[in-house]
């Protein structure tokens, strides 16, 4: 099976939101992002031994796929790997059983089959492939749940430092010059809506 990152998945809503954010926290002097971890899944069909090195591949093919977008967005501090955690976790079988209980299409009646094939124990590849005989007889699996499970989550690792937005407006109006430049700048680009009403050692650092 594939795991390689689609031009169009970098579109999606999804990517689309989380690019947005880490462009606005570049200008944010209160967020600092740490690091960023990249979990891979696959599916439960199939055998152990392949999906557990897909799951691998699909965490690198999504960091390329994200520092590319990095490099187009000119955020360059997250281009370096080494800012990057990746993790493999093979097959999703909880989020299988979640999946598979979302589904209004598949009978319940199936949905139990599934889940005591599941829940038989005992050797992996035997409940592998249990499933990708069912599979076979139940294609809404693969239409609707399947697809769902072979993925690469991201999730970006920050901390909030220094003043809450509130208190850099505060500090702004009493006692500005205790602001540093990024502070300031952002309180008032960001911040304040009326100018006015922040002292010029605060509009300074904007000249």
Known sequence: RKHDVRATETKESDIVDLL???????????IKINSI??????????????????SKNRTRSAR?????????????ALTDTNNYVLSAKGEDL???KTELTKSTTIKQEDKDL??????????NDKEEEEILALSKSFTQLEKEVFPLLRRAEIVVNY??????????KATAMSSPSTL?????????????KDLNDCTCSVH????
């Open 64 to 76: 390329t796929a994200f520092i590319n977008l990095m490099k187009q967005n000119n955020i360059l």
């Open 159 to 168: 901390t909030m430092e220094g003043l809450t937005d509130d208190e850099l």
């Open 180 to 192: 540093k430049k990024e502070e300031a700048i952002y309180t008032a680009s960001k911040l304040v």
């Open 204 to 207: 300074s650092y904007l000249l």
């Open 94 to 96: 909880p989020g299988f």
């Open 20 to 30: 947005t954010w880490v462009k606005s926290a570049q200008s944010n002097p209160k």
């Open 114 to 123: 599934f889940i005591r094939v599941l829940g038989m124990g005992g050797n």
């Open 37 to 54: 971890s990249i979990i891979g899944y696959a599916s439960p069909d199939g055998e152990e031994a392949i999906n557990n090195p897909l």
